[in-house]
Antibody, heavy 113, light 106 residues
Framework: DVQLQESGPGLVKPSQSLSLTCSVT?????????WNWIRQFPGNKLEWMGY???????NYNPSLKNRISITRDTSKNQFFLKLNSVTTEDTATYYC??????WGQGTLVTVSA | QIVLTQSPAIMSASPGEKVTITCSAS?????MHWFQQKPGTSPKLWIY???NLASGVPARFSGSGSGTSYSLTISRMEAEDAATYYC?????????FGGGTKLEIK
């Protein structure tokens, strides 16, 4: 069965970078699908952030402008989120997902000094 | 980007009652997904491509719609259906979600 697991720091200081890892088991990230990052803000609004495709191409939400980067390590079957210049507005639960139907359990990231 | 507006934002229903949640899009979309989320868990794909039930979803759920108007219907409310439901458009990027409908059991 496909499983995704997010990991990374739970606390990030303003102006620094947020970096998260999504570890995937049960399916190769090079075999198919778009591998997404989605976040859920306090108050429960959901925002699609972007994806890295099975072929390595990217698509990002324009609202994140040039702050976001999604990369991967195919040897470890992992993909990564990096969000630069974070503010308190980036406090959210971050999810990785394969397409729309397999999600990780989410990881809460708080941006605070 | 396409803005999705769900209504109502919060509702409660009695067991056995019919429930309808609507999702209005700012531009026409081809298909709509619906997600169910319970507290402390990640969203689950519940209805995909407007009207197809995800694996394990009870048959009392249905989805319909086209263009800018979509809906999720529960024919007879059960306690386990209490959750927050989100619509998501998959017609264009960036993918966008509705604000959610919190459904409570009376």
């Amino acid at each position: 069965d496909v499983q995704l697991q997010e990991s990374g720091p739970g606390l990030v200081k303003p102006s620094q970078s947020l970096s998260l890892t999504c570890s995937v088991t049960g399916y190769s990230i090079t075999s198919g699908y778009y591998w997404n990052w989605i976040r859920q803000f306090p108050g429960n609004k959901l925002e699609w952030m972007g994806y890295i495709s099975y072929d390595g191409s990217n698509n990002y939400n324009p609202s994140l402008k040039n702050r976001i980067s999604i990369t991967r390590d195919t040897s470890k079957n992992q993909f990564f989120l990096k969000l630069n210049s974070v503010t308190t507005e980036d406090t959210a639960t971050y999810y990785c997902a394969r397409g729309e139907n397999y999600w990780g359990q989410g990881t809460l990231v708080t941006v605070s000094a | 980007q396409i803005v999705l507006t769900q209504s109502p934002a919060i509702m409660s229903a009695s067991p056995g009652e019919k429930v309808t949640i609507t999702c209005s899009a700012s531009s026409s979309v081809s298909y709509m997904h619906w997600f169910q989320q319970k507290p402390g868990t990640s969203p689950k794909l519940w209805i995909y491509s407007t009207s197809n039930l995800a694996s394990g979803v009870p048959a009392r759920f249905s989805g319909s719609g086209s263009g800018t108007s979509y809906s999720l219907t529960i024919s007879r409310m059960e306690a386990e259906d209490a959750a927050t439901y989100y619509c998501q458009q998959r017609s264009s990027y960036p993918r966008t979600f509705g604000g959610g409908t919190k459904l409570e059991i009376k």
